[in-house]
């Protein structure tokens, strides 16, 4: 079970806001995403996209878009290591197959950056770890 499920991306001054929203559509397509305007090192503008995903119903609908893509598989073969000690389950998805309507992780720096807060009791590594395997593998 996850509490919920934040989605971080940036929207550079040389992108397409509506392109990186779309990206964004491809995970959540019912997130409305909260957008902060930030100035780079060279006073280009940057917008940072968050969405924030509560509720069972939208959070298992997430899962099963990562699932159709393999996503959860591969998140399963390294889980431990994606697992911060807060329980916060960390992935990044390509942003740019990401607004052609695919899901993989990212290879680069061109991201959405995904973490998952495992509910878990006690709120020990091991317990959190089989939530987080226990949920992912029946989704």
């Known amino acids: 079970m996850f509490h919920s499920i934040e989605l971080r991306t940036y929207c550079h001054a040389?992108?397409?806001?509506?392109?990186v929203m779309k990206a964004l559509a491809t995970l959540c397509p019912k997130c409305s995403p909260t957008l902060a305007s930030f100035e780079g090192h060279h006073r280009n503008p940057i917008v940072l996209m968050t969405c924030r995903i509560e509720g069972s119903e939208?959070?298992?609908d997430f899962w099963h878009r990562c699932k159709q893509t393999n996503l959860v598989h591969t998140i399963l073969q390294d889980i431990s290591e994606r697992i911060d000690d807060d329980g916060v389950l960390h992935f990044r998805v390509d942003k740019q197959m990401a607004c052609s309507g695919h899901i993989e992780l990212a290879r680069h720096d061109d991201v959405i950056a995904v973490r998952a807060k495992v509910a878990a009791f006690p709120a020990k590594k091991s317990a959190i770890l089989r939530a987080a395997r226990e949920y992912l593998a029946k989704v």
Request: no cysteine.
């Open 14 to 19: 040389t992108e397409e806001r509506d392109r």
């Open 58 to 60: 939208a959070i298992t």
